[in-house]
């Protein structure tokens, strides 16, 4: 007889004892054969629970990046350092399925300089290959930001620019479905002249 000592967790230890079996029916002790499997079992349940993530995330749809447009914008109060502003946005939906948004946030840069932050917290609906407008509201710097820019062309050289580059990135948080955040980034440029 002899005894084996393994440890469970990092606390708790088992006392396994065993009778070893001699001459040609020699085998593994049980006890030993349960030690040996324990490592087996976890890495099959880890391989299985991987799998069956796979095989979920496999199943939800490719959603494309929906299209985001600004319609009009309205100040709403403002002073030098702060404004606020409310925004009417156009979303177009590419997909094949319509697309229940719970809310939608995102940032605006202009000429690499961020401009203002908005979200929306109201939900609605965008029909397949269809689209919906909806309210956002926008904090904005936006002497802040012209100040930089009119300091940048100033140490270019050159007159006001022709053409300003705008980015606006950010995300739609879906109501239902396994995919519940869809990122955007979208760049253009706003002609000045």
Do not use: H
């Not at 002790?29 to 040996?36: D, F, Q, S, T, V």
């Amino acid at each position: 007889m002899f005894t084996i000592v393994y440890q469970l967790t990092a606390r708790s230890f088992r006392v396994c004892e065993c009778a070893a079996l001699r001459g040609r029916d020699a085998r593994l002790p049980r006890c030993l054969a349960r030690l040996a499997m324990m490592p087996f079992v976890r890495v099959f349940a880890i391989v299985a629970w991987a799998t069956l993530l796979a095989g979920c995330a496999a199943l939800g749809p490719k959603l494309r990046t929906p299209d985001l447009s600004i319609i009009d914008v309205q100040l709403v109060k403002g002073d030098l350092f702060e404004q606020r502003l409310k925004a009417r946005m156009r979303v177009q939906n590419p997909n094949a399925i319509g697309l229940a948004v719970r809310g939608i946030t995102y940032t605006i840069e202009l000429d690499g300089q961020e401009l203002g932050r908005g979200l929306s917290g109201s939900s609605f609906f965008v029909p397949p290959n269809g689209e919906a407008e909806f309210d956002m509201n926008i904090t904005a710097n936006l002497a802040g930001t012209l100040l930089r820019l009119v300091d940048r062309a100033r140490k270019s050289g050159g007159g006001p620019p022709n053409e300003l580059a705008y980015r606006l990135r950010g995300e739609v948080q879906l109501d239902k479905g396994l995919l519940r955040t869809v990122p955007f980034d979208q760049k253009g440029a706003i002609k000045l002249r």
